[in-house]
Protein backbone atom coordinates (compact mmCIF):
# COMPACT_ATOMS: atom_id res chain seq x y z
CA UNK A 1 0.00 0.00 0.00
CA UNK A 2 2.84 2.61 1.14
CA UNK A 3 4.57 1.75 -2.54
CA UNK A 4 1.26 2.76 -4.34
CA UNK A 5 0.84 5.51 -2.38
CA UNK A 6 4.50 6.77 -2.95
CA UNK A 7 4.05 5.87 -6.32
CA UNK A 8 0.78 8.24 -6.81
CA UNK A 9 2.51 11.18 -5.29
CA UNK A 10 5.29 10.97 -6.85
CA UNK A 11 3.16 10.82 -10.47
CA UNK A 12 0.84 13.56 -9.39
CA UNK A 13 3.90 15.60 -8.38
CA UNK A 14 5.74 15.21 -11.91
CA UNK A 15 2.47 16.06 -13.86
CA UNK A 16 1.72 18.87 -11.64
CA UNK A 17 5.35 20.40 -12.51
CA UNK A 18 4.16 20.05 -16.28
CA UNK A 19 1.51 22.10 -18.18
CA UNK A 20 -1.00 19.62 -16.63
CA UNK A 21 -3.44 21.38 -13.94
CA UNK A 22 -2.93 19.40 -11.69
CA UNK A 23 -1.71 20.34 -7.78
CA UNK A 24 0.28 18.18 -5.41
CA UNK A 25 0.01 20.35 -2.15
CA UNK A 26 -3.36 19.42 -1.61
CA UNK A 27 -2.31 15.52 -1.74
CA UNK A 28 1.30 16.33 -0.05
CA UNK A 29 -1.42 17.91 2.96
CA UNK A 30 -3.39 14.86 3.06
CA UNK A 31 -0.96 12.36 3.55
CA UNK A 32 0.52 14.85 5.92
CA UNK A 33 -2.53 14.80 7.74
CA UNK A 34 -3.25 11.13 8.14
CA UNK A 35 -0.25 11.31 9.76
CA UNK A 36 0.62 7.41 8.65
CA UNK A 37 3.70 8.12 6.52
CA UNK A 38 7.03 10.10 7.64
CA UNK A 39 7.19 13.66 6.35
CA UNK A 40 10.54 13.41 5.41
CA UNK A 41 9.68 10.74 2.73
CA UNK A 42 6.56 12.80 1.72
CA UNK A 43 8.62 15.79 0.85
CA UNK A 44 11.72 13.71 -0.68
CA UNK A 45 8.93 12.07 -3.02
CA UNK A 46 7.10 14.84 -3.77
CA UNK A 47 10.09 17.22 -4.28
CA UNK A 48 11.99 14.36 -6.70
CA UNK A 49 8.76 14.16 -8.83
CA UNK A 50 8.01 17.79 -9.59
CA UNK A 51 11.76 18.78 -10.16
CA UNK A 52 11.90 16.08 -13.12
CA UNK A 53 8.51 17.15 -13.93
CA UNK A 54 10.50 20.67 -14.56
CA UNK A 55 13.36 19.11 -15.74
CA UNK A 56 10.67 17.98 -18.56
CA UNK A 57 9.97 21.63 -19.32
CA UNK A 58 13.60 22.22 -19.49
CA UNK A 59 14.26 19.29 -22.37
CA UNK A 60 10.56 20.43 -24.17
CA UNK A 61 11.93 24.24 -24.12
CA UNK A 62 15.47 23.15 -25.11
CA UNK A 63 14.86 20.94 -27.87
CA UNK A 64 11.18 22.06 -29.37
CA UNK A 65 11.60 26.18 -29.32
CA UNK A 66 11.60 26.13 -33.05
CA UNK A 67 8.20 24.59 -32.65
CA UNK A 68 6.67 27.24 -30.21
CA UNK A 69 4.23 28.53 -32.75
CA UNK A 70 2.00 25.02 -32.78
CA UNK A 71 -0.77 25.15 -31.37
CA UNK A 72 0.50 21.94 -29.05
CA UNK A 73 3.48 23.70 -27.94
CA UNK A 74 3.05 23.28 -23.90
CA UNK A 75 3.15 26.75 -23.06
CA UNK A 76 0.87 29.83 -24.77
CA UNK A 77 2.88 32.46 -26.71
CA UNK A 78 1.96 35.61 -23.74
CA UNK A 79 2.77 33.03 -20.95
CA UNK A 80 6.33 32.23 -22.88
CA UNK A 81 7.00 36.16 -23.63
CA UNK A 82 6.40 37.11 -19.93
CA UNK A 83 8.24 34.45 -18.75
CA UNK A 84 11.23 35.10 -21.14
CA UNK A 85 10.79 39.00 -20.18
CA UNK A 86 11.54 38.13 -16.82
CA UNK A 87 14.27 35.30 -17.27
CA UNK A 88 16.07 37.96 -19.29
CA UNK A 89 15.54 40.64 -16.71
CA UNK A 90 16.25 39.04 -13.37
CA UNK A 91 18.09 35.87 -14.41
CA UNK A 92 18.72 32.57 -13.51
CA UNK A 93 17.62 33.46 -9.83
CA UNK A 94 13.91 33.58 -11.29
CA UNK A 95 14.05 29.57 -11.56
CA UNK A 96 13.75 30.18 -7.81
CA UNK A 97 9.67 30.92 -8.07
CA UNK A 98 9.14 27.57 -10.39
CA UNK A 99 7.05 26.62 -7.71
CA UNK A 100 4.46 29.46 -8.10
CA UNK A 101 1.71 28.86 -9.24
CA UNK A 102 0.99 29.84 -12.93
CA UNK A 103 4.57 31.50 -13.74
CA UNK A 104 6.69 28.55 -12.48
CA UNK A 105 5.86 26.42 -15.41
CA UNK A 106 5.86 28.89 -18.16
CA UNK A 107 9.74 29.84 -16.46
CA UNK A 108 10.82 26.03 -16.95
CA UNK A 109 10.47 25.82 -20.22
CA UNK A 110 11.46 29.60 -21.03
CA UNK A 111 15.06 28.12 -18.87
CA UNK A 112 15.23 25.34 -21.71
CA UNK A 113 14.61 27.84 -24.22
CA UNK A 114 17.17 29.93 -23.32
CA UNK A 115 19.88 27.05 -22.68
CA UNK A 116 20.12 27.48 -19.02
CA UNK A 117 22.55 24.85 -18.30
CA UNK A 118 20.77 21.73 -16.70
CA UNK A 119 22.99 21.16 -14.00
CA UNK A 120 22.42 24.80 -12.34
CA UNK A 121 18.71 24.63 -13.67
CA UNK A 122 18.22 21.54 -11.60
CA UNK A 123 20.41 23.42 -8.56
CA UNK A 124 17.87 26.18 -8.54
CA UNK A 125 14.48 24.68 -9.38
CA UNK A 126 15.56 21.38 -6.59
CA UNK A 127 16.03 24.87 -3.89
CA UNK A 128 12.55 26.37 -4.88
CA UNK A 129 10.66 22.56 -5.25
CA UNK A 130 12.35 21.03 -1.67
CA UNK A 131 11.81 24.34 -0.16
CA UNK A 132 8.02 24.67 -0.97
CA UNK A 133 7.21 21.24 0.53
CA UNK A 134 9.05 21.68 3.18
CA UNK A 135 6.91 25.17 4.26
CA UNK A 136 3.91 23.06 3.42
CA UNK A 137 5.01 20.33 5.97
CA UNK A 138 6.10 23.10 8.29
CA UNK A 139 2.60 24.49 8.47
CA UNK A 140 0.28 21.29 7.72
CA UNK A 141 2.10 20.21 10.94
CA UNK A 142 3.36 22.80 12.82
CA UNK A 143 7.19 22.12 12.78
CA UNK A 144 9.60 25.04 13.13
CA UNK A 145 12.47 23.95 11.04
Not at 18 to 34: C, F, H, K, N, R
Not at 67 to 96: C, H, I, M
Request: glycine share 8%; hydrophobic share 55%.
Amino acid sequence: MEIATYASLFLIAFAAATILPLQSEVVVVGLLMAGKLPWETIVFVASLGNILGSIVNWVLGHSLVGFQNKRWFPVSRDSLVRAEDWYRRYGRATLLLSCVPVIGDPLTVVAGVLREPLWSFTILVGIAKVGRYLAITAITLGLGF
